[in-house]
């Protein structure tokens, strides 16, 4: 009913930068919450930012500053630019959406299947 597709993910060196978008497709009604999570190997997910549908934003402690979630309702796609890049940001970066399907539907969420960031020299 809908799906989430990531991109933009890839290889970069400490300090560089990438923007992830990720575009949501198939029956909508509406999206309120929508965010990315990222997850590294034998480490629990965690939530990395997230944006409402009045672009209020929350960023976890550690990309504060370097990071900045944006979205448009219009296409139904979030982003995430991605500055000053670390070693530590190394993961796959899960797009997360609260999606309406309908007038009489309550949300629920969607993922999408990730998108690979490794930030090496």
């Known amino acids: 009913q809908v799906q989430l597709v990531e991109s933009g993910g890839g290889f970069v060196q400490p300090g560089g930068s990438l923007r992830l978008s990720c575009a949501a497709s198939?029956?909508?009604?509406?999206?309120?919450?929508m965010g990315w999570y990222r997850q590294a190997p034998g480490e629990q997910r965690e939530l990395v930012a997230s944006i409402t549908s009045s672009d209020s934003t929350n960023y976890a402690d550690s990309v504060k500053g370097r990071f900045t979630i944006s979205r448009d309702n219009a296409k139904n796609t979030v982003y995430l630019q991605m500055n000053s890049l670390k070693p530590e940001d190394t993961a796959v970066y899960y797009c997360?959406?609260?999606?309406?399907?309908?007038?009489?539907?309550?949300?629920?969420?969607?993922w999408g299947k990730g998108t690979l960031v490794t930030v090496s020299s």
């Open positions: 198939g029956r909508i009604f509406s999206i309120s919450l």
């Open positions: 997360n959406a609260a999606v309406r399907i309908s007038i009489r539907s309550a949300s629920s969420n969607y």
